[in-house]
C-alpha cells in the first residue's frame, strides 16, 4: 500500500504540466483561475445538496442525491489536480482520481435509470396546484357542512323543546278551553236563576241586601260575562300559539311532504309577533300579507320554516335599525349636510305567487334602510354579519341559502341602499324524487 502512494506520487520523469504551456504566464493563470472557480463551483453544490437533504426528511431519493453529491465532489476534485500537475507531474494520481470520478459517475448513472420513471410520475407544480384548491374546496365545504350541521342540531334541539313546551301547555289550555263555555252557560243559568228570584221576591230580606250591596251584585252580573269572554279569547289565543308553535317544530315531518307554505309563514309571524310590536316610542312593524294561491309543496316543512324565521328576524332587525336611522357614510353627511333617515312606517310586505307551472315564489320585502352592493356579495357568506359582536352569528342566512338551493330553488337578494330589501324565494312545487 505504502509503495502503491509512493508510486502515484512519484514525477517518474515526467515533466509538469505547465511546460506544455510555455509557462506563459497569462495562460497558466487562465487555467489556474478557471480550475479554481470550477472546483469552489463543485465543492459547493454537495454542501448544498447535504443541507437541503437533512432538511427535508420526507425526501425521496436521498441515497441517489448523495451520490450524486460525491460524484460532483470528485470532479471538482479533478480539477484542483489540473492545477497541481501544473507544477508537480504526478500523473498517475490525476489518473487514479478521474478513474474513481467515472466509476461513481457510472454507477449514479446506472442508479437514476429506474427512478426516471418514479420522478416523471410525480406531480407537475401546476397538477399540485389543482390538486391544492382542489383541497381547500373541500375544506370549505367540510367546514360549511360543520357549520351547517351544528346549527341544524341547535334546531333540533330547540325544536324538541318547543314541541315539548306546545305539548305540556296543550292539555292543561285544551281543558281551560273546552270548560269554559260550559262555565258561561252555567254562569248565565244562575245570574237568569237570581234575576228570576228578584222579580218574584222584589223585596229581599234585609241580610241580603247588605250582602248584594257589599258584593256589588249588579256589578258583578255585568261583568262576570266579559270577564268569561276575555278568558275564552285568551284560552283561544294559547291554542293558536300552541299550533304554531307545533306546526314550526315539525318533529314528524323531517322528511319531504306536500304542505301549505302560508302555514309555516304564519307560524313564524306569530312566533315573532313580540318583536313586531313597538318598544316605547318605536311605532309597531305592519305586516302585509298579499298571499296568492298556492297549490301544495313538496318540501322539508321544519327546514323551510327555519328559512321564513331567518329571513323575517332579519328584517325585523333591520327595519328596528330604520327607525332610529338608517347610517350614512361620514362623507356623504359632510358633503350634503343630510342626517340619518329614520324610518317611521317600518312595513313587511310578505307576497306569494305562482311562477309558471313549476315553481312558486314568496318575497319578504322591508322598506327599512336596504344594503350596499359589497354587503350584498357577502349576504350569504359564513359567519358574514353585518350586526354588533354578541348580536348574531352570521349563520343564519348561509343556512337558509344551502336549505333553499338543497331544495332545488333560488334565494336572491335584490337590495339598494335606503330604499329598503326583497328576499325572493323561489322552490320547485315537486320535487322529482318525491313523484
Known amino acids: 500500500m505504502l509503495a502503491f502512494l509512493n508510486y502515484s506520487f512519484y514525477s517518474n520523469g515526467f515533466i509538469p504540466h505547465g511546460h506544455c504551456y510555455l509557462w506563459k504566464t497569462g495562460l497558466v493563470w487562465l487555467h489556474i483561475l478557471s480550475d479554481s472557480l470550477i472546483a469552489l463551483a463543485y465543492f459547493s453544490i454537495p454542501i448544498a445538496l447535504v443541507y437541503f437533504v437533512r432538511k427535508r426528511e420526507d425526501l425521496p431519493f436521498k441515497s441517489t442525491l448523495l451520490l450524486f453529491g460525491a460524484f460532483i465532489i470528485f470532479c471538482g476534485t479533478t480539477h484542483v489536480m489540473e492545477i497541481w500537475t501544473l507544477w508537480y507531474p504526478t500523473y498517475w494520481l490525476s489518473g487514479f482520481i478521474k478513474a474513481l470520478t467515472a466509476l461513481i459517475s457510472v454507477y449514479t448513472a446506472f442508479t437514476l435509470v429506474p427512478i426516471i420513471p418514479q420522478a416523471l410520475a410525480l406531480p407537475s407544480p401546476a397538477q399540485l396546484e389543482v390538486a391544492n384548491s382542489q383541497l381547500k ?3 370549505k365545504e367540510l367546514a360549511d357542512t360543520q357549520t351547517q350541521l351544528i346549527q341544524t342540531e341547535k334546531m333540533s334541539s330547540l325544536g324538541q323543546l318547543v314541541a315539548g313546551i306546545a305539548h305540556e301547555i296543550n292539555n292543561p289550555v285544551s281543558f281551560i278551553y273546552g270548560n ?6 252555567y254562569t248565565n243559568n244562575l245570574l237568569k236563576l237570581i234575576s228570576v228570584y228578584q222579580e218574584c221576591y222584589p223585596q229581599s230580606l234585609s241580610k241580603i241586601q247588605i250582602l248584594t250591596e257589599t258584593i256589588e251584585f249588579n256589578f258583578v252580573k255585568e261583568d262576570l260575562p266579559k270577564i268569561l269572554s276575555s ?7 294559547i291554542c293558536k300559539i300552541v299550533l304554531s308553535l307545533r306546526n314550526f317544530s315539525r318533529l314528524d315531518e323531517a322528511e319531504i311532504k306536500r304542505v301549505d307554505l302560508h302555514e309555516g309563514i304564519n307560524s313564524s309571524l306569530l312566533i315573532l309577533e313580540n318583536k313586531l310590536k313597538g318598544q316605547g316610542k318605536d311605532p309597531n312593524i305592519e305586516v302585509i300579507k298579499e298571499y296568492g294561491e298556492l297549490p301544495q309543496v313538496d318540501c322539508y316543512p321544519g327546514q323551510l320554516n327555519q328559512v321564513f324565521l331567518n329571513i323575517l328576524t332579519n328584517a325585523i332587525d333591520t327595519l328596528r335599525e330604520s327607525i332610529v336611522g338608517c347610517p350614512l357614510p361620514e362623507s356623504n353627511v359632510i358633503r350634503t349636510g343630510k342626517q ?6 317600518p312595513q313587511i310586505r310578505i307576497i306569494t305567487e305562482i311562477l309558471d307551472s313549476h315553481q312558486v315564489m314568496i318575497r319578504v320585502i322591508d322598506n327599512g334602510c336596504g344594503m350596499t352592493e359589497e354587503v350584498r356579495q357577502k349576504i350569504f357568506d359564513p359567519f358574514f354579519t353585518t350586526k354588533p359582536v354578541g348580536s348574531g352569528t352570521g349563520l343564519g342566512m348561509s ?7 338543497k331544495h332545488g330553488g333560488q334565494l336572491k337578494c335584490i337590495t339598494q341602499p335606503f330604499q329598503g330589501t326583497d328576499f ?9 324524487s318525491f313523484i
Open 424 to 432: 325572493q324565494i323561489q322552490i320547485p312545487i315537486r320535487i322529482k
Open 399 to 405: 343556512i337558509s341559502y344551502k336549505i333553499v338551493d
Open 180 to 185: 269554559i263555555g260550559i262555565a258561561n252557560e
Open 340 to 345: 340619518q333617515p329614520v324610518n317611521n312606517n
Open 137 to 139: 374546496l373541500t375544506l
Open 231 to 237: 278568558m275564552k279569547i285568551g284560552a283561544e289565543r
